[in-house]
């Protein structure tokens, strides 16, 4: 199905040989967002915890043709770590004028098993990194002209789901990410914006959460019937990414399917 919806999707002139750095890029919606990007003639970079999964993509899509995209393995709670690579990449595929802020992790959390350690660790993997690497590009793209981030946020913090109340902190914290951001690079020309995205079909999610039960919420809860697939948020990313949203600043852009 994520091959379907990939085969019609529009193309952006604007986005041939930009360079785009990705975060938690080997799976799930980063590796639609690398493999979305890469189609349209970027420079992708991107990282990713898993290494082996990281490889395989950019071996397998640089053997597609266009640019064969760069990866690095990083744990991004390692500040240090991630700002030198996007160093690194500005350097050798030239300035990043795109950032794409979409790693996290929703594992589920009941209250009383939350320790201070493990709220700062989750704000670490789903907030924290999307700070710092703005942080790092913005350089690089104002020494351009301008650039745009895109961070990711999720439904989950506006329908306040009860079983995972670091992600949901962490996700609404994007929002305000996302604005403080855009208002304050916006004299440099570069926007920010944030995208919602509401239950993504992965393999993770499917193999974890989509039984009888998950169907059926999603058959009473989302306005489209239809199953969200990554492919689904990586189409709205590269909207985003591309001049025909130049004037778009400091906006969530939410895609459920109408689920909120």
């Not at 349209?40 to 053997?63: N, P, T, W, Y």
């Not at 999610?205 to 948020?233: C, E, F, M, N, T």
Request: glycine share 10%; net charge negative.
């Amino acid at each position: 199905m994520e091959r379907e919806i990939m085969k019609n999707g529009a193309r952006y002139p604007s986005l041939q040989d930009k360079v785009v750095f990705i975060t938690g890029g080997a799976s799930g919606i980063g590796r639609s967002l690398v493999e979305h990007f890469h189609d349209q003639g970027c420079k992708v970079a991107f990282v990713d915890i898993s290494e082996a999964a990281g490889r395989d993509l950019a071996e397998e899509l640089g053997g597609k043709g266009g640019y064969k995209p760069h990866f690095e393995a990083c744990d991004l709670r390692d500040v240090e770590q991630l700002e030198s690579i996007i160093a690194r990449v500005g350097q050798t595929l030239g300035p990043i004028t795109a950032l794409v802020n979409n790693a996290g992790n929703d594992d589920r959390h009941p209250l009383q098993d939350v320790t201070s350690q493990y709220f700062d660790d989750r704000l670490s993997v789903n907030l924290k990194h999307q700070l710092f690497a703005a942080k790092a590009v913005a350089p690089q793209m104002k020494a351009v002209g301008g650039g745009t981030i895109i961070n990711f946020s999720s439904i989950t913090w506006t329908v306040a789901d009860g079983d995972c109340v670091c992600y949901v902190t962490a996700k609404s914290a994007v929002v305000g990410l996302t604005r403080a951001l855009a208002t304050e690079l916006g004299v440099d020309n570069i926007r920010v914006n944030a995208i919602a995205p509401g239950w993504v079909m992965t393999e993770r999610q499917v193999s974890l959460w989509l039984d009888d039960k998950g169907r059926q919420q999603i058959h009473d809860r989302q306005a489209l019937k239809s199953l969200l697939y990554s492919p689904d948020i990586a189409r709205m990313a590269l909207w985003l990414a591309a001049d025909d949203s130049r004037m778009c600043s400091k906006q969530t852009f939410v895609v459920d399917g109408g689920w909120i």
